[in-house]
């Protein structure tokens, strides 16, 4: 690709429309003055637009639900953390001597790290996982390698002791959680989610025996879990979080700059508040 053509990221996705990625990242490249842009890619056929990817030159490329799965078969090489939590969300494209060639990696891990050891220390710190789904797996063997000491819980008992199994950690039936004791909550389900924002992932007496309670939702930003959670007193980490951080790894990974976090949080805050509106 010639050096002064625009740097083309994007994101596919299905549906993309609301993704709050492209504005996250076209705000980054921005601030630090990368002659590139993000867009947002529906693909119709996931194998085609692929190949026109690559053909097209992007570098990098974001991807979501209901590909992060799906797409594993199409990279040349895959990320071992990528592989180990069985799902790619960043697509790396560079130019080889044999040609130009994709890693499928996987930056959610990093971004629930980054977003939860801003408040607490993960090296030997006991943290409870809600669920044990696609998020659940990138959350847990992101913090079990941070040396997290983890119990998992889940609505299906059948998934939850499977992934409990893959994370070496024990899985605790939501009727036994008070058994539980840990410093942190993580909850990785869409459970308290726009329009059930009155749902909670546990019972609300539980919430003060943790320090920390983190949520992946951020649609509501604050959700009930965590404004039960703040007025419990515990220290309280939002969905946002997660999504600017493996973001601002995808950032990182794509450009070998340091990703202008400050930046990309306000934009995010900015575009969720015009979802909203
Ligand atoms: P994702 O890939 O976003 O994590 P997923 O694979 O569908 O999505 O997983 C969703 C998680 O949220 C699961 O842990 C699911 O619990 P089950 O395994 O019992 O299905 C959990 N979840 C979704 N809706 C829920 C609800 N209303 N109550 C409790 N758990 C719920």
């Known amino acids: 690709m010639p050096e002064n053509m625009k740097r083309l990221f994007g994101i596919i996705g299905n549906p993309v429309g609301h993704s709050l990625s492209p504005a996250m990242h076209n705000a980054a490249l921005t601030a630090l003055g990368v002659d590139g842009i993000y867009l947002p890619i529906q693909p119709e056929n996931l194998e085609d637009e692929f190949r026109r990817l690559r053909e097209d ?3 990098g490329v974001s991807v979501t639900i209901p590909y992060k799965v799906a797409v594993m078969d199409l990279v040349d090489r895959l990320d071992p953390m990528a592989r180990k939590i069985g799902a790619v969300n960043t697509l790396f494209f560079q130019d080889e001597p044999a040609g130009r060639r994709c890693t499928g990696y996987n930056t959610d891990w990093l971004g629930a790290e980054r977003a939860l050891a801003e408040v607490l220390d993960l090296a030997g710190a ?16 992101g913090l079990a390698r941070a040396g997290a000491e983890l119990f998992l819980s889940n609505r299906s008992e059948e998934k939850g002791k499977a992934l409990a199994a893959q994370l070496n950690c024990p899985f605790v039936p939501l009727e036994q959680l008070s058994a539980v004791r840990a410093e942190a909550l993580v909850n990785t389900t869409s459970v308290g989610m726009a329009p059930d924002t009155e749902a909670m992932p546990l019972p609300v007496e ?5 320090g920390v309670v983190m949520d992946i939702v951020y ?3 604050e959700t009930r879990l ?6 419990c007193g515990c220290r309280t980490v939002d969905g946002l979080r997660m999504l600017l951080y493996q973001g601002a790894a995808q950032f990182r990974l794509w450009t070998g700059l340091e990703a202008p976090v400050e930046v990309m949080r306000q934009s995010l805050l900015t575009a969720l508040a015009a979802r909203h509106s």
Not at 126 to 141: K, N, P, T, W
Not at 226 to 231: H, I, M, N, S, V
């Open 57 to 59: 030159g992007f570098v």
């Open 126 to 141: 006991r943290v409870l996982l809600i669920g044990a789904g696609g998020a659940a797996r990138a959350v847990g063997f």
């Open 219 to 221: 649609a509501p930003l």
């Open 226 to 231: 965590l404004r039960e959670a703040a007025r």
């Open 206 to 210: 539980l919430i003060p025996r943790f």
